[in-house]
């Protein structure tokens, strides 16, 4: 695929980020058209408590996915409301597909915590091409396309760069973003603490004495913090296509890599430096 072509891709989606921007502010300090509770709607998502939607989600995501068929019927759609809608079915084919979380870290949204934004990407053949994800609170707008760079309000990312105190040789000198998930059932608790327990502890007790881990309540930003250059690694497991298909761009388009649940999934670094 050219440049030209992504680089009308990515255009787009900036330009959609920026078009629900206000939308996202009046949501999040419930003003203008969500000023009244019953405006704003929060509810919890398929009678989970511990995961919430809004009518701002449910507005964002429709205004995106008019305004992307309008420009490119041809397209296919995948969004993180829409497939809640559907009992949480979604398929990503090798069609140009757009995948949107149109309020990223809904609870932070909801609970006035800046740490929330806009995520939009674009996979092709199944691979992610371009990401935007944009924190309207916080005034920062990421964008990237695959073999262009990617950028935080125009300045190339990342913007720390190693090393910091020394570049990292395990992870007990890395800072690390995980998120601890909606499902609270025992069984997945007593595993992502478990992990969360050998990824802290001291060495002696077995652990890899993780320097920092942060749980920050959203998932793109959480990868834009790696991208960034202010996190070394982002760890998750379970998350949706939405929660990852702008953020992982960011990362690659940085020089980072992306592993998956088989191993190595991709870098744009080259093999003699990884």
């Known amino acids: 695929m050219g440049t030209e072509l992504l680089q009308e891709y990515l255009d787009t989606a900036v330009m959609l980020a920026k078009e629900v921007g206000p939308a996202f502010k009046d949501g999040f300090w419930r003003t203008g058209q969500f000023a009244a509770t019953s405006d ?13 939607v809004t009518a701002v989600d449910c507005f964002i995501e429709k205004t995106i996915f ?23 079915e979604y398929k990503v084919t090798d069609d140009p597909t757009w995948i949107v979380d149109p309020v ?30 944009y924190l309207p609170i916080l005034d920062e707008l990421y964008t990237a396309a695959r073999g262009m760079g990617a950028y935080l309000n125009g300045e190339s990312l990342p913007l720390i760069r190693p ?8 992870l007990a000198q890395c800072s690390m973003v ?13 595993s992502r603490l478990d992990s969360f327990a050998r990824l802290l502890l001291d060495k ?8 920092n881990l942060r749980i920050t309540g959203a998932a793109a930003p959480d990868l834009a913090l790696v991208a960034k250059g202010v996190a070394e690694m982002y760890w998750e497991c379970g998350p949706h296509a939405w929660d990852f298909a ?27 430096d990884r």
Not at 66 to 88: C, D, S, W
Not at 247 to 268: H, I, P, Q
């Open 104 to 133: 990223d870290g809904t609870n932070n949204f909801v609970h006035h915590f800046p740490y929330t934004g806009i995520s939009i990407g674009l996979a092709i053949n199944k691979e992610p091409v371009v990401g935007v994800v």
């Open 178 to 190: 995980a998120e601890h998930g909606s499902a609270r059932c025992a069984k997945i608790m007593k």
């Open 204 to 211: 002696e007790h077995g652990g890899a004495c993780l320097q």
């Open 163 to 170: 090393p910091v105190l020394t570049t990292p040789t395990s």
């Open 66 to 88: 008019t305004r992307l068929r309008q420009i490119y019927p041809e397209h296919k759609f995948v969004g993180e409301e829409t497939t809640a809608e559907t009992g949480n």
């Open 40 to 52: 704003f709607a929060a509810e919890d998502k398929q009678g989970n408590q511990a995961d919430c």
């Open 246 to 272: 702008a953020g992982v761009v960011l990362v690659l388009e940085s020089g980072g890599a992306v592993f998956d649940g088989a191993g190595w999934w991709g870098s744009n670094v080259p093999q003699k």
